[in-house]
């Protein structure tokens, strides 16, 4: 039995062991006497929440085991230097010159005897397109702009690739604010062309963090818990997605698709689920060929997370039709794979109302039935958390204030999450924004909306207090104890959150609530 094979039947085994827990927790709920509807309805939405946070952590457990026993990076197979063209396209959107001649100078000193770069610019600032013609003739590339926006990032891509000769067999896929190493083609290359059925290539996407800078640790561990953790267990699972940057495609293959997804913002990986609806296969490399610039502050990183949650929430809902039109155009774990993966963010979205649950529960008096898991999971839930924090503290010296910190953005994030699935189930439209790769001016008052932060925490300082009241008078009870406790960890999460908002308030000028 493979080291896989193992893993796979832990993950199954506690499933089957949850999935009792939960079937006994359903039917207290519906049996149960002196239960009014709504005291029903609001325990099997937490029942029905738990359960799914409880398969996406089983499934980011698995993810992680694998990535640490199982995982083994591809190498390439074939002798000799690489000559075969390739392109390297740079899609830009308003962004700073001088971030994307960072990028360029890095590009064109890629150690690679046959190279085509070319600079998508989609930019509607007249300045910056000027600046960006510049920068492409003192490096020599070639300027592709269009009049339109159709497809966003994707479109752009998918524009460029009707310029590219027959004789460019790869396309190398490069972001504005990323400086890229100049082994990266010596190294990827031979590895397509030893292997004709690998469709796409993708390396990890690194952003080196900044020593007690909130905002940047939280950013970048995130990343690195997606990159190293996540990648590397679905690439032991041939489920590797794209990220966006630092990717490498077969050309013929990409083509053969229709190219990037431009029905997506989050074109990355709309892409790779076509990919694999397709029957093709991808590699996930975990080699750091580029790094990158991360959001400058809450306000951006927001925007950025805003922009991914919401590509991944209308996602959900294409694969779940193609789960139900075509259920065997793939194989069942790349289907849980695609579902668990691009729902994460509903986990984020829905503790906002769990934020507000210790309110129904302690001043309105609405009796809640407290989900139960075995101690066997309690153990499993530590274990995985440990290991996830040493690994991440070995990996890359994150401190332990820092990622406490961390915790309390991540927590927040709900509110962002919770934005995005309202337009996308609504079909509101959500405007593209780049995300900011500078910080702000003096003169700037881009800063985060801080007013649903504070009516949570005031709503959950009054039912502390007629907790509190009510504990004192009647006694402590289950009913009491248990919300008690979740708000006191709902205060002091979004009490953490505040720090690192007015820190951030200090690197934005004149910024106020709103």
Same mark, same amino acid.
């Given at each position: 039995?493979? &080291?896989? =094979?193992?893993? #796979?039947? %832990?993950?199954?085994? $506690?499933?089957?062991? !949850?999935? +009792? /827990?939960?079937?006994?927790?359903?039917?207290?709920?519906? &049996?149960? =006497?002196?239960? #009014?509807? %709504?005291?029903?309805? $609001?325990?099997?939405? !937490?029942? +029905? /929440?738990?359960?799914?946070?409880?398969?996406?952590?089983?499934?980011? =457990?698995?993810?992680?085991?694998?990535?640490?026993?199982?995982?083994?990076?591809?190498?390439?197979?074939?002798?000799?230097?690489?000559?075969?063209?390739?392109?390297?396209?740079?899609?830009?959107?308003?962004?700073?010159?001088?971030?994307?001649?960072?990028?360029?100078?890095?590009?064109?000193?890629?150690?690679?005897?046959?190279?085509?770069?070319?600079?998508?610019?989609?930019?509607?600032?007249?300045?910056?397109?000027?600046?960006?013609?510049?920068?492409?003739?003192?490096?020599?590339?070639?300027?592709?702009?269009?009049?339109?926006?159709?497809?966003?990032?994707?479109?752009?891509?998918?524009?460029?690739?009707?310029?590219?000769?027959?004789?460019?067999?790869?396309?190398?896929?490069?972001?504005?604010?990323?400086?890229?190493?100049?082994?990266?083609?010596?190294?990827?290359?031979?590895?397509?062309?030893?292997?004709?059925?690998?469709?796409?290539?993708?390396?990890?996407?690194?952003?080196?963090?900044?020593?007690?800078?909130?905002?940047?640790?939280?950013?970048?561990?995130?990343?690195?818990?997606?990159?190293?953790?996540?990648?590397?267990?679905?690439?032991?699972?041939?489920?590797?997605?794209?990220?966006?940057?630092?990717?490498?495609?077969?050309?013929?293959?990409?083509?053969?698709?229709?190219?990037?997804?431009?029905?997506?913002?989050?074109?990355?990986?709309?892409?790779?689920?076509?990919?694999?609806?397709?029957?093709?296969?991808?590699?996930?490399?975990?080699?750091?060929?580029?790094?990158?610039?991360?959001?400058?502050?809450?306000?951006?990183?927001?925007?950025?997370?805003?922009?991914?949650?919401?590509?991944?929430?209308?996602?959900?809902?294409?694969?779940?039709?193609?789960?139900?039109?075509?259920?065997?155009?793939?194989?069942?774990?790349?289907?849980?794979?695609?579902?668990?993966?691009?729902?994460?963010?509903?986990?984020?979205?829905?503790?906002?109302?769990?934020?507000?649950?210790?309110?129904?529960?302690?001043?309105?008096?609405?009796?809640?039935?407290?989900?139960?898991?075995?101690?066997?999971?309690?153990?499993?839930?530590?274990?995985?958390?440990?290991?996830?924090?040493?690994?991440?503290?070995?990996?890359?010296?994150?401190?332990?204030?820092?990622?406490?910190?961390?915790?309390?953005?991540?927590?927040?994030?709900?509110?962002?999450?919770?934005?995005?699935?309202?337009?996308?189930?609504?079909?509101?439209?959500?405007?593209?924004?780049?995300?900011?790769?500078?910080?702000?001016?003096?003169?700037?008052?881009?800063?985060?909306?801080?007013?649903?932060?504070?009516?949570?925490?005031?709503?959950?300082?009054?039912?502390?207090?007629?907790?509190?009241?009510?504990?004192?008078?009647?006694?402590?009870?289950?009913?009491?104890?248990?919300?008690?406790?979740?708000?006191?960890?709902?205060?002091?999460?979004?009490?953490?959150?505040?720090?690192?908002?007015?820190?951030?308030?200090?690197?934005?000028?004149?910024?106020?609530?709103?």
């Amino acid at each position: 039995m493979t &080291t896989a =094979a193992h893993i #796979s039947f %832990f993950t199954a085994t $506690l499933m089957v062991l !949850l999935a +009792a /827990v939960f079937l006994r927790d359903l039917h207290l709920i519906l &049996t149960g =006497a002196g239960w #009014s509807l %709504f005291a029903r309805i $609001l325990s099997l939405f !937490l029942v +029905a /929440v738990t359960a799914f946070g409880v398969i996406q952590f089983v499934s980011y =457990a698995d993810h992680l085991l694998r990535s640490i026993y199982a995982y083994r990076p591809t190498a390439p197979q074939g002798s000799g230097a690489p000559t075969s063209p390739v392109a390297v396209f740079i899609p830009v959107y308003n962004e700073e010159p001088d971030v994307v001649e960072f990028c360029v100078r890095a590009c064109a000193a890629i150690a690679y005897p046959d190279l085509r770069i070319f600079l998508l610019d989609d930019s509607t600032d007249t300045r910056k397109r000027t600046a960006m013609q510049g920068i492409c003739r003192r490096y020599g590339l070639r300027y592709l702009h269009r009049d339109h926006r159709r497809g966003f990032k994707a479109g752009a891509i998918n524009h460029a690739l009707s310029h590219l000769g027959g004789d460019t067999p790869y396309l190398l896929v490069i972001d504005a604010d990323q400086r890229v190493k100049p082994e990266i083609l010596a190294d990827l290359v031979p590895i397509l062309e030893a292997d004709p059925a690998v469709s796409f290539i993708q390396t990890p996407q690194f952003f080196r963090s900044e020593p007690h800078d909130p905002i940047s640790v939280t950013f970048s561990y995130q990343q690195h818990i997606y990159n190293k953790h996540v990648c590397r267990g679905l690439s032991v699972n041939n489920t590797a997605m794209l990220t966006g940057s630092n990717c490498i495609f077969r050309v013929s293959h990409l083509a053969a698709i229709g190219g990037m997804d431009e029905a997506c913002i989050a074109e990355d990986i709309a892409t790779s689920f076509t990919f694999h609806l397709k029957g093709r296969r991808g590699v996930f490399l975990d080699a750091v060929y580029a790094e990158g610039v991360g959001p400058p502050n809450l306000a951006a990183y927001f925007t950025q997370q805003l922009r991914w949650a919401y590509g991944n929430t209308q996602l959900l809902g294409t694969i779940l039709r193609q789960l139900v039109a075509q259920p065997r155009s793939m194989t069942a774990t790349h289907w849980l794979e695609f579902l668990v993966t691009v729902s994460i963010y509903l986990l984020g979205g829905v503790n906002v109302v769990l934020f507000l649950l210790p309110v129904a529960t302690l001043i309105f008096g609405i009796p809640i039935l407290p989900v139960w898991v075995p101690p066997t999971f309690a153990v499993v839930l530590v274990v995985v958390i440990a290991i996830q924090v040493i690994v991440s503290v070995r990996e890359r010296q994150y401190s332990l204030y820092d990622l406490a910190f961390s915790q309390a953005i991540f927590n927040t994030l709900a509110f962002v999450y919770a934005r995005a699935i309202w337009y996308a189930v609504s079909g509101r439209h959500l405007p593209f924004v780049v995300t900011p790769k500078v910080a702000p001016g003096p003169s700037s008052r881009s800063r985060v909306r801080i007013a649903p932060v504070l009516l949570v925490i005031a709503a959950v300082l009054v039912s502390m207090a007629v907790g509190i009241m009510r504990t004192v008078s009647l006694g402590s009870d289950a009913g009491t104890a248990i919300p008690l406790f979740w708000a006191c960890y709902t205060l002091a999460v979004l009490s953490s959150f505040l720090v690192v908002w007015q820190r951030d308030g200090r690197l934005v000028a004149g910024g106020g609530i709103d």
